[in-house]
């Protein structure tokens, strides 16, 4: 079974602090994608970064990255130098061999002036 | 960037009312999916389409829904007989394969159901 859990339903950080958000998975699929999606409160999902499970390396895109570690896996989102507009709820997802989505129940972050 | 759009962005429709939510994926998609986000809860497949057909199906897409692509490009969700619980954001998807990347989500479009 395919499971994604964020344990954080929310967190709170600085404006230009670094922040993590957890995201945990469980599949039986050899070759499987990690992402991230922020939904601000206007609803939209915005992708955010991907994660192939045989990448060697941690992806990152901008002030994103993704914390890759296989063997707990788990696939956290850190995010650097945290802006106001970073302020919104994000999911963690995963997709496998089969073609649809599972998502995390959320974690909603709020960036504090 | 190639978008997937979704209109309208949001639909109030009275219970009981039929209603049909537009989706118009990226042109050189072959995949494409409905999910469902119910306020406050996490996004949930509904169906996936392949090939003029309905490939997989969650147990929400009951009798009430029914998907169609009517030409080529729109790609339409049709919930035949509207309740409360079905007021959620719909997400439209698609993707170009079946390849673990190369996944775009529509903007959403708001149901209220009143």
């Known amino acids: 079974a395919q499971k994604i859990t964020q344990t954080q339903p929310g967190m709170f950080v600085q404006e230009k602090e670094a922040v993590t958000l957890d995201c945990t998975y469980d599949?039986?699929?050899?070759?499987?994608?990690l992402f991230w999606y922020k939904q601000p409160s206007s609803g939209e999902m915005i992708f955010l970064i991907y994660?192939?499970?045989?990448?060697?390396q941690n992806a990152t895109e901008g002030r994103y990255s993704l914390n890759f570690q296989k063997a707990r896996k788990s696939a956290n989102l850190v995010i650097s130098a945290s802006q106001l507009g970073d302020s919104a709820m994000y999911f963690c997802?995963?997709?496998?061999?089969?073609?649809?989505?599972?998502f995390g129940s959320g974690t909603k972050l709020n960036v504090k002036p | 960037e190639p978008e997937v759009t979704q209109t309208p962005s949001h639909q109030v429709t009275q219970m009981g009312q039929e209603v049909i939510l537009r989706c118009v994926p990226i042109?050189?998609?072959?995949?494409f999916y409905w999910y469902r986000q119910i306020l406050g809860q996490k996004v949930e497949f509904l169906v996936s389409?392949?090939?003029?057909?309905?490939?997989?199906k969650s147990e929400i897409f009951d009798d009430q829904f029914s998907v169609e692509r009517p030409d080529g490009s729109n790609f339409t969700l049709k919930i035949r007989s509207t309740k409360l619980e079905d007021s959620a954001m719909y997400f439209c998807?698609?993707?170009?394969?079946?390849?673990?990347?190369?996944?775009?989500f529509g903007s959403g479009t708001r149901l209220t159901v009143v």
């Open positions: 998807a698609s993707s170009e394969s079946r390849r673990v990347g190369g996944y775009t």
């Open positions: 599949t039986s699929d050899p070759s499987y994608g």
């Open positions: 994660q192939g499970s045989y990448d060697q």
């Open positions: 997802a995963m997709k496998g061999d089969f073609n649809k989505f599972y």
């Open positions: 042109s050189n998609h072959l995949y």
């Open positions: 389409f392949y090939n003029n057909e309905i490939s997989e």
